[in-house]
């Protein structure tokens, strides 16, 4: 089902390769060789999502809602909130960042431009966090 739900699509590399993005996962792919690079599911997430790609390196990062249960209390639906960092080369998950709040939230997601931070909002919310290499 992934291609039938494209979200986004971006060509990287002059062209060699094609990222896209649903809502099942992203997937990079080799557009010379026509085979699939590296591909990461998101399992359990809400339909809605803010996403964004590294300038400085093959990074997507994506800001979302993953379904929870439902509270017994008041019988609303419960969230965690994240933003998730994918290493698009090979579609592993490098990091990840809890958000406030425990409702679905629409995120938007930004790279500095030295690629070095993150910026997610929603609404008068705002979180900056620093990307730190692991060795």
Not at 105 to 131: K, N
């Amino acid at each position: 089902l992934w291609p039938q739900m494209i979200r986004a699509f971006k060509l990287l590399d002059d062209g060699a390769y094609l990222l896209y993005l649903s809502k099942y996962g992203v997937c990079l792919f080799n557009t010379h060789r026509r085979e699939i690079v590296a591909k990461a599911d998101f399992a359990n997430l809400d339909l809605e999502f803010g996403f964004a790609l590294s300038t400085k390196v093959k990074l997507l990062a994506i800001g979302c809602s993953a379904g929870g249960d439902k509270d017994p209390l008041d019988g609303e639906y419960r969230f965690r909130n994240f933003v998730r960092i994918y290493n698009l080369e090979t579609g592993v998950v490098v990091g990840e960042q809890t958000l406030p709040g425990d409702r679905a939230t629409m995120w938007t997601v930004d790279f500095s431009e030295d690629g070095r931070q993150i910026r997610v909002a929603s609404g008068s919310s705002t979180h900056t966090f620093e990307l730190i290499a692991s060795r």
